[in-house]
């Protein structure tokens, strides 16, 4: 063993929120940290909100919350809506502030009377998790006193690629140095959307995760193409697999989230000042992501390549 696991959990805080939420993957793997390979230029979804005059009310784009460095993600058309927004909104507007987030997240991180985590698994699924371990360094014991989410979160970042030092999100925030930065939740918040599901829920992303974890070292740049690509069809897809399959933890993650953030837009789209709204892309497809509820609402979505 080579690293404690409090010093691990520490080090990974700031890039581990909501990494289970499809394309929103942070990183402190040791995958190699090399770009995704795409034959096409960069496509991320990027959409205009208009009102029902047709009068542009803001942008929204699509986030993936780690990349490696290299990657090139920019669009003409990112950087028109970018420099032409009055204000960015994200999910958490202080990513920089990865000591509070780190401290938030250790405050939730344990409890006692846990039984081992092998045993929170299906015995089919035991063999895999000693062999996700042993890859990632750990020893069983060191999750003794880990609560069953944070488990699955830690072990999700094994296989995972890139840096939340290059993150959409995180770059945005910098660009829109000394204009508005308003977020939708904050790390405090998201954090206790794990933190309050049932321990049945917990166990079924500990499990998901476990089972995915051979798919994700074989190619762990998989939704990394897709995002950069702006692969509506095979993002929508991937939030109904692995971890988002469990209908009662997709609620809580993924669409009772869409449905609080397009409530908050919709006043702040008809307010003078136009908005980025900058968030992962896993909330921008499908009848129940953000732009689907905006129109339902009237406004008129039209995505810009």
Known sequence: MTQGFGAMVLRCAAGIIAPLLILLAAGCSNAPDSPAESAAPPAPLLYEIASADGSVEGWMVGTIHALPAFVEWRTPAIEKAATSADLLVVEIAALGDGADIARTFAALANSTGLPPLAERLPPALRPRLAELLERGDFTAREFAATETWVAALTLARIDAAGDPANGVDRALIAEFKGRRVRELEGAAAQLALFDRLPEAQQRAMLAAVVEESA???????????????????????????????????????????????????????????????????AHLVGPEGVPALLEAQGYRLRRIP
């Open 215 to 281: 798919a994700a070292a074989r190619d762990p740049e998989r939704l990394q193409r897709a995002w950069l690509a702006g692969d509506a069809k095979a993002i929508e897809a991937s939030t109904r697999e692995g971890v988002l399959a469990d209908p009662a933890v997709r609620e809580v993650l993924l669409t009772a989230r869409n449905r609080r953030w397009a409530a908050a837009l919709a006043p702040l789209l008809a307010e003078a000042p136009r908005p980025l709204i900058a968030v992962g892309a």
